[in-house]
């Protein structure tokens, strides 16, 4: 639709710069998300069951703390060792001063390298959510009459964990990946700050700053309307989680 024009950079419309930035918004928090809740959530549950390493027992102070620490500050710690002191990685930005976008492989690979430390802080910050929220979940269903019938049954405890307990304890996760879809941009915009990504948080950020009100508005649509289709789409995969669920008559 029409978002109307920026203030603060016209005669450019609002879609023509949103357009632009949100593909890199989109590469990197949609992918940080889904890699942050199925590490949070497998790691989860195997702390939660009986059977598992004490070693994966143990780490469960370690992701209440990276949980309690802002991600700009894992970004800030991550940039001064990994990119100033060790110079693994680039400093910041999306790709490297002077190149131009295309669509070869070396221009991919150099956002790819630009892209991992965004990733890395995003993903060690929000993983601890996951956990525990997992954990919680599947101390809650190991107490339920249908786990205890699958143990009489003698069922293996490969089966027991995954198709008992994993499958049930999974339904609430399910829904707030859903609701962590609506602070992927809100949520980013320290971050992509912090490491000068050129993603939509930025240019959100940069919007507030210069009080360009129909950018605001527009972004805040977008994000809008992309909480109402992940809803959705979640709403769509929940019977195949959980059969109980069903839409027909």
């Known amino acids: 639709g029409d978002l109307g024009y920026s203030i603060a950079n016209y005669p450019k419309t609002v879609w023509e710069l949103v357009r632009s930035a949100l593909p890199w918004t989109l590469g990197l928090l949609a992918v ?25 027992k143990h780490i469960l102070p370690s992701f209440l703390v990276l949980g309690a620490i802002p991600a700009y500050l894992v970004a800030l710690i991550l940039i001064y ?24 492989v070396g221009f991919a690979l150099d956002v790819l390298k630009h892209s991992l430390l965004p990733a890395l ?4 910050t929000t993983m601890g959510g996951w956990v525990i929220g997992m954990r919680g979940m599947m101390v809650t269903v190991q107490g339920e009459d249908y786990m205890t019938f699958g143990e009489a049954k003698g069922l293996k405890d490969g089966r027991l964990f995954n198709r008992y307990g994993v499958r049930n304890a999974i339904l609430p996760q399910v829904t ?27 240019l959100l950020a940069r919007a507030i700053s210069q009080l360009d009100y129909w950018m605001i508005y527009g972004i805040n649509l977008i994000i809008i309307v992309s909480i109402a289709i992940a809803m959705f789409i979640m709403d769509m995969i929940y019977p195949l989680l959980d059969p109980r669920i069903s839409y027909e008559k």
């Open 121 to 124: 802080a995003i993903v060690l």
């Open 81 to 104: 060792f990994i990119s100033y002191r060790w110079q693994w990685l680039p400093l910041a930005g999306g790709y490297a001063l002077g190149t131009v976008p295309n669509m070869s």
């Open 32 to 56: 940080t998300t889904i890699v942050a809740f199925v590490l949070g959530t497998v790691l989860g549950a195997m702390m939660a069951w009986p059977k598992s390493s004490p070693f994966v």
């Open 176 to 202: 707030g990946l859903a609701l962590a879809f609506s602070t992927l941009v809100s949520g980013s915009v320290l971050v992509e700050l912090v490491f000068q990504y050129p993603g939509v948080g930025t």
